[in-house]
């Protein structure tokens, strides 16, 4: 089972603040089958980037995902307000079990 | 639009088991290249994936919980099943459904969630 550590737990940023998560996995992830979650409270998760660094469909262009191998890396360039939230990543595809990271909140500051 | 909308008790006993549906509308179940999952959140927690299932039935469960889950489908119905046997209230959480995508070009995840459905483990 891939674990997947993200760091840091929590972020206090200001709006318009550069914003940047790490993911790091236990072992390769296969074919950077990486995918980056956003969490608000009372709503289930949405898909922002899948395959490491491609944005889901209408996802805004200041989130951006980097990263393969082990390291992983989710970038806000100047957050909005209504970008602070919990974030994780997940490894999916062909190497279950699927697994989360424990979240990153980012919060105002 | 895809939906998914999941359902079924909201309180459970201990040692029942724990039974919930995830109806989808929007698109077939039965078309090929999707797997339907279910993940899991316990209160103030993060996301613990359950399983999935293919619409063929071919299906994948997380090695903490398999002894204790079954995923089913109803292609009939446009519904999957989730059924958590042995319960205590350490299985107290929200329960989503959601699709994720196996096609030829690879694999693709969870692009459409239910809204969640919080099942508590009480007597």
């Known amino acids: 089972e891939i674990v997947l550590t993200q760091s840091p737990g929590t972020l206090s940023l200001s709006p318009g603040e550069r914003a940047t998560l790490s993911c790091r996995a236990s072992q390769s992830v296969s074919s950077s089958y990486l995918a980056w979650y956003q969490q608000k409270p009372g709503q289930a998760p949405r898909l922002l980037i899948y395959?490491?660094?491609s944005r889901a469909t209408g996802i805004p262009d200041r989130f951006s995902g980097s990263g393969s191998g082990t390291d992983f890396t989710l970038t806000i360039s100047r957050l909005e307000p209504e970008d602070f939230a919990v974030y994780y990543c997940q490894q999916y595809g062909s190497s279950p079990p699927e697994t989360f990271g424990q979240g990153t909140k980012v919060e105002i500051k | 639009q895809v939906q998914l909308q999941e359902s079924g008790p909201g309180l459970v006993k201990p040692s029942q088991t724990l039974s919930l549906t995830c109806t989808v509308s929007g698109g077939s179940i039965s078309s090929g290249g999707y797997y339907w999952s279910w993940i899991r959140q316990h209160p103030g927690k993060g996301l613990e994936w359950i399983g999935y299932?293919?619409?063929?039935?071919?299906?994948y469960y997380n090695p903490s919980l398999k002894s204790r889950v079954t995923i089913s489908v109803d292609t009939s119905k446009n519904q999957f099943s989730l059924k958590l046997s042995s319960v205590t209230a350490a299985d107290t959480a929200v329960y989503y459904c959601?699709?994720?995508?196996?096609?030829?070009?690879?694999?693709?995840?969870?692009?459409?969630w239910g809204q969640g459905t919080l099942v508590t483990v009480s007597s």
């Open positions: 299932i293919y619409y063929s039935g071919s299906t």
């Open positions: 959601a699709r994720g995508t196996h096609i030829l070009t690879g694999y693709y995840p969870f692009d459409y």
């Open positions: 395959g490491a660094s």
